[in-house]
């Protein structure tokens, strides 16, 4: 199977920056596009951003120009650089990823367990 681990959540202050990682380990032949979505109490889970086994990405509105997805496919590892920390930004933050366990296999998605970012004053 495989496992996402997620670490870099914590408390900052508004305007702050945190960086997040994520790294998939496990029986992996391959693995495609890596995200991050985030879940406010109260809230529907939500896409903060994706990032393709090429490098292309995709943001939501609410981050766009304040955070950063990469990745580093040697590390099977993602990270999601975040500046200019709003409140609102407060959530809980599971990494995904598409993977292939083996050769000609269907693509699941898995998800990290998540780590928490408050953003607060």
């Known amino acids: 199977q495989v496992q996402l681990v997620e670490s870099g959540g914590g408390l900052v202050q508004p305007g702050g920056s945190l960086r997040l990682s994520c790294t998939a380990s496990?029986?992996?032949?391959?693995?495609?596009?890596m995200g991050w979505y985030r879940q406010a109490p109260g809230k529907q889970r939500e896409r903060v951003a994706d990032?393709?086994?090429?490098?292309?990405?995709i943001y939501a509105d609410s981050v766009k120009g304040r955070f950063t997805i990469s990745r580093d496919n040697a590390k099977n590892t993602v990270y999601l650089q975040m500046n200019s920390l709003k409140p609102e930004d407060t959530a809980v933050y599971y990494c995904?990823?598409?993977?292939?366990?083996?050769?000609?296999?269907?693509?699941?998605?898995?998800w990290g367990q998540g780590t928490q970012v408050t953003v607060s004053s």
């Open positions: 995904n990823a598409e993977v292939t366990l083996r050769l000609g296999e269907p693509i699941y998605r898995y």
């Open positions: 496990g029986t992996i032949f391959s693995i495609y596009t």
């Open positions: 990032i393709t086994s090429g490098g292309s990405t």
